[in-house]
């Protein structure tokens, strides 16, 4: 039946999910040691790319290949927003610990912030592993990006927070944690590589197309 041959969208469809398997489970075994999470955040945006654009190819050589190619400048991208989360985890403890009447308007304060900082960790990740920067920058332009399509990144982060919440309703999250261990992190990085992959795509051509002005441009000279 032409339904089961190798390039039917069912088996293409049934591809791409075994690969988002496979992937969060790398992804999953590369987080524990906690500081190479970054990395391993990266590398699975890098191959939700792939993935949404129908170049995935052994996924976990493509992840192996992203996280080495990411491993000092992702690392350095995590641990400032571990840091950060750990100051005003910090002070949310401590305002816990000694409330008093300004506590309400610094609590409101610290979770605009913590929103803030989650809205550009939504993307700060798939734009390191997909274009070059120095670190400065890439943070900057992950914070603008989200803002700049507020919609879609306000899904992305539902999406990404969604498998974690069934762990608050009842024993939800035990009864679905086969099911969670194979998509928590590679579902909803497909779902934000399918929104930025348009952006993404324009901005290749422009850095390519800045390129090739200063290829010609230098041929000129010479």
């Not at 992937?23 to 999470?37: G, K, R």
């Not at 990266?42 to 792939?50: R, V």
């Not at 919609?151 to 086969?178: C, D, E, H, W």
């Amino acid at each position: 039946m032409k339904i089961f041959e190798i390039d039917s969208p069912l088996m293409r469809t049934l591809g791409k999910v075994s690969d988002l398997v496979i992937l969060n489970l790398l992804t999953v075994l590369m987080c524990i040691p906690i500081v190479t999470a970054g990395a391993s955040f990266t590398a699975m945006h890098y191959c939700c790319l792939k993935i949404v654009r129908g170049h995935e190819n052994k996924i976990s050589k493509q992840f192996f290949h992203s996280f080495k190619d990411n491993l000092r400048q992702s690392t350095v991208i995590w641990l400032i927003f571990l840091l950060i989360l750990a100051f005003f985890g910090g002070d949310l403890y401590l305002m816990y610990l000694n409330p008093s009447e300004t506590s309400t308007f610094i609590f409101g304060g610290i979770i605009a912030a913590l929103a803030l900082l989650f809205f550009a960790g939504t993307m700060v990740f798939p734009l390191q592993a997909k274009f070059y920067n120095p670190i400065p920058k890439t943070i900057k332009i992950a914070f603008l990006f989200s803002f700049r399509h507020f919609p879609q990144t306000l899904l992305v982060m539902l999406a990404t927070l969604f498998p974690f919440s069934l762990f608050l309703i009842g024993n939800l999250g035990i009864l679905l944690f086969p099911l969670i261990l194979c998509f928590c992190f590679s579902a909803p990085g497909f779902l934000s590589a399918v929104f930025y992959d348009k952006d993404f795509a324009a901005a290749e051509e422009a850095i390519l197309a800045k390129n090739q002005q200063s290829s010609e441009k230098a041929e000129d000279e010479e």
